[in-house]
């Protein structure tokens, strides 16, 4: 058999196309497998370097063709995508795939352990409880005010109202019943919600790095626990503001002609890792206009008197993000000094 330096793997749920080259860069294996196939195929074949679309199952199919001696590496989807020649089909993507891995300046995604993969899906996990705990709050909100019932703004607004509802003998019988269980719904999320947070911090406890990232003003607990999580080696990247940029704090890039043109901020990377630390920035942000913070620097209330309080946030996170960097590299401790903090 001819010797195969590399292999592009395109994967789906049952069918995988595998694309080849051999040591004078020519294609020698093309190849339309079942998932059966795909692994008794890689049982047997000799050792050689495997490409695979970072998508859904492709750390696990990292870690066993791992096992059988393979080196594998995960390439972005949209690094990918630039290879594929013309048309789109499973073929073409192999091929791309296989193309892309032996690009030298290619960055790969580091494959992730079974507890990594379980870490993460807490986090998922939680998301999703408090995007339908906010979903049914706001349907109780609704259907109390088709009966002229309105509460204040506030998660915690959400018992009083349902309470009056209970208690208001002038609404019918059946709209009383389908509080009710709108009520039972509601409690039930809030205990799976607090129940998926307390193993967030055990988690966010037992790790020293994130216990030092959450010293970090505008990060907290559930921040630190995400950058710990969702963040390949840090030292992977060459400074914080590529680490920024990999987030999608950085703003877009339209310069031509020697004239720097920015954009709004890219997007790219980790929504939910962007969105905590925006989120967490702008909280920092309401304490230091309402002056309850000791710690503002002149860089931070300068950058309030001339810019709307959310481009302020967004540039105090991609500032966060590079503070998270450096002390996620160095291994040092957060530092704050008297009258400004290191961070903001």
Not at 178 to 205: N, P
Not at 237 to 261: E, M, Y
Request: positive net charge; glycine residues 6%; proline residues 4%.
């Amino acid at each position: 058999m001819e010797q195969i330096i590399r292999i592009g793997m395109d994967t789906s749920k049952s069918v995988f196309q595998l694309h080849g080259v051999n040591t004078a860069e020519q294609p020698a294996l093309r190849k339309k497998l079942s998932r059966r196939e795909m692994v008794k195929f890689f049982e047997k074949a000799p050792p050689t370097t495997i490409a695979l679309e970072a998508c859904g199952g492709s750390h696990y199919w990292a870690r066993l063709l791992s096992s059988f001696g393979h080196e594998v590496k995960l390439i972005a989807p949209q690094l990918a995508k630039p290879y594929v020649k013309r048309g789109k089909n499973d073929a073409a993507d192999a091929e791309a795939l296989c193309e892309a891995m032996s690009r030298p300046t290619m960055r790969f995604v580091p494959v992730k352990t079974a507890d990594q993969q379980a870490a993460l899906m807490l986090v998922g996990v939680r998301e999703r409880l408090i995007r339908n705990r906010t979903q049914l709050a706001n349907a109780i909100r609704g259907f109390a005010m088709e009966f002229g019932i309105v509460a204040a703004k506030g998660m915690c607004r959400i018992e009083p109202l349902l309470e009056r509802i209970a208690a208001d003998q002038s609404l019918p019988e059946l709209a009383r019943e389908l509080f009710a269980m709108h009520g039972v719904e509601y409690r039930d999320l809030l205990t799976e919600t607090k129940a998926v947070e307390e193993k967030l911090i055990a988690l966010h406890r037992s790790d020293e790095c994130s216990r030092r990232l959450a010293e970090i003003p505008g990060v907290g607990p559930v921040g630190a626990s995400l950058l710990m999580m969702k963040t390949p080696d840090p030292k992977m990247f060459k400074s914080g503001r590529d680490f920024a940029a990999w987030i999608g704090l950085t703003p877009k890039d339209h310069s031509t002609a020697g004239k720097v043109r920015l954009g709004v901020i890219t997007r790219a990377g980790d929504e939910m890792l962007r969105s905590i630390l925006v989120v967490g920035a702008t909280a920092l942000l309401q304490h230091v206009r309402l002056g309850r913070s000791r710690h503002t620097s002149r860089w931070l209330i300068e950058l309030l008197q001339r810019k709307k309080p959310k481009l302020v946030a967004v540039a105090l996170a991609n500032k966060i993000a590079r503070v998270a960097w450096k002390l996620m590299v160095s291994g040092e401790t957060y530092r704050r000094t008297e009258g400004q903090t290191q961070a903001v």
